[in-house]
């Protein structure tokens, strides 16, 4: 799954222990979920779309692999 | 390399890298450290006390046994506290962790017994738990690797 988070992110100038402060989770995480090495949880999806005020599709995207039926 | 690309430091073999764990996760597993800790010098108390020229009344026997047991079954529940409040990744991490050390287990414990029919002498329990120690710490790392 490919994200926008590191983008969002530098446009509130916000490093990665400031977002990871705010979604309570560790900065390993926040890493792992940019790099695309790791996909979060519903729950912290949904937090990170409401700590960006976006939809959570316009912050995830599934792979063209995973879209196909 | 960007500001942006935040590199994140290999964890330090064996224990992880605390400074990625959030401040609850770092209380929670020194909480878990602790009791092993513990529960290390209760069995190696237990080891020499039970031995043959250790004690000899029965109650503090019986007492010296259960020790390690009692010490065990609260690193146990401490450990189920750290996982379940965990963050998620690293309760993946810890989880993947777990099932490596619970296979390695099963595979010794079911496949002894065709070493047996070649020649080897009966499994010693101490070993298995070993190992499945030494399966969930490399499980971890297998997985750390993976995921950051």
Redesign the interface.
């Known amino acids: 799954m490919t994200n926008r988070l590191?983008v969002l992110?530098?446009e509130r100038e916000w490093?990665?222990a400031d977002l990871a402060g705010r979604l309570?989770?560790?900065?390993?995480?926040v890493?792992?979920i940019e790099r695309g090495?790791?996909d979060?949880?519903l729950p912290?999806a949904f937090r990170i779309a409401s700590t960006f005020g976006q939809p959570i599709e316009a912050i995830f995207q599934p792979d063209a692999a995973q879209s196909a039926p | 390399m960007t500001s942006m690309d935040e590199k994140i430091d290999r964890p330090r073999w064996p224990f992880g890298c605390t400074a990625e764990m959030t401040p609850r996760d770092i209380r929670n597993r020194r909480r878990f450290s602790l009791l092993m800790l513990g529960w290390g010098v209760a069995w190696c108390a237990a080891r020499l006390g039970l031995g043959e020229h250790g004690l000899q009344s029965p109650a503090p026997r019986v007492a010296l046994a259960l020790l390690p047991i009692a010490v065990l079954l609260a690193a146990l529940a401490a450990y189920l506290r750290f996982l379940r409040h965990a963050d998620e990744l690293l309760r993946r991490i810890e989880v993947e962790g777990l099932g490596v050390g619970f296979a390695t287990g099963l595979l010794l414990l079911w496949s002894w017994l065709f070493l047996e029919r070649l020649g080897a002498g009966p499994i010693d329990p101490t070993v298995v738990g070993s190992l499945m120690v030494f399966g969930w710490v490399a499980g971890q790392h297998l997985a750390r690797r993976r995921y950051t």
């Open positions: 590191r992110r530098a490093s990665q309570g989770v560790s900065r390993q995480t890493n792992a090495k790791y979060p949880s912290l």
